[in-house]
């Protein structure tokens, strides 16, 4: 059996957004590997070509808002396949409309966060968030694939 390395899968169309996040991610301690798609389709390719060994990520931070394909059409369709049942994808949006938080539980969801405003409110918010989906939620991988 091969073991990964825990990684995120961030899906963002913003490209000063996914450097942002990336930022913040080398301030935590966390050792993960970050890839970005930036719209629905191209996220999509990226995990059915992984489809068919371990290297699926760990978790999935979607935006919301994505221009190309609204972010509950991608979370629709991924959730249609049991092969990526098991993978958390948390909702990360500037927005906090009650309408956008029930749509994304509604479709399949595991968790909602809503941007933080300042750098240092991202990297906290980044090293919690990454921390619990990646260490503490349990999922089917193997244990050696958390941080």
């Not at 169309?13 to 993960?32: I, K, M």
């Not at 993978?87 to 500037?94: G, M, Y």
Request: hydrophobic residues 40%.
């Amino acid at each position: 059996m091969m073991v990964t390395h825990p990684s995120i899968l961030l899906i963002e169309d913003s490209p000063g957004e996914c450097e942002l996040f990336h930022l913040a991610l080398t301030q935590t301690d966390l050792d993960v590997v970050l890839y970005t798609e930036h719209d629905a389709e191209a996220a999509f390719r990226f995990l059915t070509d992984r489809a068919g060994d371990e290297s699926l990520p760990s978790l999935i931070l979607l935006d919301w808002r994505l221009r190309k394909k609204h972010g509950d059409q991608f979370l629709k369709r991924l959730r249609a396949y049991t092969r990526f049942a098991s993978i958390p994808v948390v909702i990360f949006t500037t927005s906090d409309a009650a309408s956008d938080l029930a749509t994304s539980y509604a479709n399949g969801a595991n968790g909602f966060v809503v941007k933080p405003s300042t750098f240092d409110e991202l990297v906290q918010c980044v090293g919690t968030m990454c921390r619990f989906w990646i260490h503490w939620n349990l999922t089917p991988y193997p244990a050696e694939t958390r941080c």
